[in-house]
């Protein structure tokens, strides 16, 4: 009865996450394009948003879920998921987007963890 409650539970989970992660992505992106003036700078943002994005969901659904479902999502877990979140970002981002992102916020991992808890933060107050 548990693991009938429990898969019942995770796939009404998956099903309303999931497009809500895709919905509030377009939304900030959205947001992003409304608040900046400088459409290269929009391009960029709204692109690497994106990214984040994309590489939040996915170690979400990959790793994140998995680990949640057995109650074996610790701080040590955590860190593996923003480690995995980066190698990701950081391969998608391409050097024209590492440029401007190192040009206009500083450091690059700090960027990206920042806007990983960011998208992380929204998704669940959402």
Do not use: C, H, R
């Amino acid at each position: 009865m548990n693991d009938i409650l429990l898969n019942i539970i995770s796939i009404v989970v998956t099903a309303v996450i999931v497009p809500l992660i895709s919905l509030l992505g377009t939304k900030l992106i959205q947001w992003i394009g409304t608040k900046i003036k400088d459409e290269k700078a929009a391009a960029f943002l709204s692109k690497a948003s994106e990214i984040v994005l994309s590489a939040v969901k996915s170690v979400f659904q990959t790793y994140v879920d998995s680990l949640k479902k057995s109650g074996d999502f610790d701080a040590e877990a955590q860190k593996t998921a923003l480690n995995k979140a980066t190698v990701i970002i950081k391969s998608q981002l391409g050097t024209e987007l590492i440029d401007y992102i190192k040009k206009n916020y500083g450091d690059l991992d700090a960027w990206i963890s920042t806007q990983v808890e960011s998208t992380i933060d929204t998704l669940k107050n959402a």
